[in-house]
C-alpha cells in the first residue's frame, strides 16, 4: 500500500508518518509513541528529520538516554496536548496511528486516508520484524476496536478515514 502512497503523496496537505514509515515516504511529521522508535529508525541527520509529534513521556525517557536536545529541535506537537478529539471518546491515545489521525483532524483535516494499516502480523509493510513492537492478535484486536471507534468518531465530527487495503475501520 505504501507504493500507491508513493504515487500520490502530492495531493495530500499534511503527510504524517507513524513509526517505521518515516523511512519509507517523505513525511511532514513523523508520529511516534514509544521511546526506541527515535533510537532505532531516526533518519540519518543529512536527509533531515521531519517535525515530531510524540507525548512528553517519551521525549522525557528520550532526555534521560541523552536524546533530549536532538528531539526537541524537531517537535512539533504533543499527543498530550491533542484536545480536538476526546480522549474518553476512544482512548486513541494507545497507539501511534490513532494519534496520528487525531492530530490531522486537529490540524483541520476534513478526510484522513490510512495506507499500510493492516492490522495484523508481526512484519511492517518491507518484512521487517521487531520484538519491541509487541504485534500480537490480542493487540490488533484492541487497535482494530479502538481505530474503528476513532473512525466513527470522525466520520460523525465532519471527517473521513479511508484506510486503503483494508474495509474495517473505512467510514468514508
Given at each position: ?19 517505521r ?9 513523523w ?11 531516526r ?6 528529520v ?19 536536545e ?32 487525531a ?8 478526510v ?12 511492517d509493510y ?6 519491541k ?21 470522525l ?9 486503503h ?8
Amino acid at each position: 500500500m505504501l507504493e500507491t502512497y508513493r504515487h500520490d503523496a502530492r495531493r495530500f496537505d499534511l503527510v504524517i508518518g507513524v513509526n517505521r514509515a518515516v523511512l519509507a515516504v517523505p513525511c511532514d511529521v513523523w508520529c511516534f509513541l514509544d521511546w526506541h522508535v527515535w533510537l532505532d529508525y531516526r533518519p540519518p541527520a543529512e536527509e533531515g528529520v521531519p517535525a515530531i509529534l510524540t507525548t512528553r513521556c517519551c521525549q522525557s525517557h528520550l532526555a534521560r538516554k541523552g536524546q533530549g536536545e536532538a528531539l526537541a529541535r524537531n517537535i512539533r506537537a504533543f499527543v498530550d496536548d491533542i484536545d480536538a478529539v476526546p480522549v474518553n471518546a476512544c482512548n486513541w491515545r494507545t497507539y501511534s496511528a490513532q494519534a496520528a489521525m487525531a492530530y490531522a483532524y486537529q490540524c483541520g483535516a476534513t478526510v484522513i486516508e490510512g495506507f499500510g494499516m493492516d492490522l495484523h502480523g508481526v512484519a511492517d509493510y518491507d518484512g521487517h520484524e521487531s520484538d519491541k513492537n509487541g504485534r500480537t492478535a490480542r493487540r490488533w484486536t484492541a487497535e482494530r476496536v479502538i481505530m474503528t471507534d476513532l473512525a466513527n468518531w470522525l466520520n460523525d465530527h465532519g471527517c473521513a478515514f479511508i484506510r486503503h487495503g483494508g474495509a474495517a475501520c473505512s467510514t468514508g
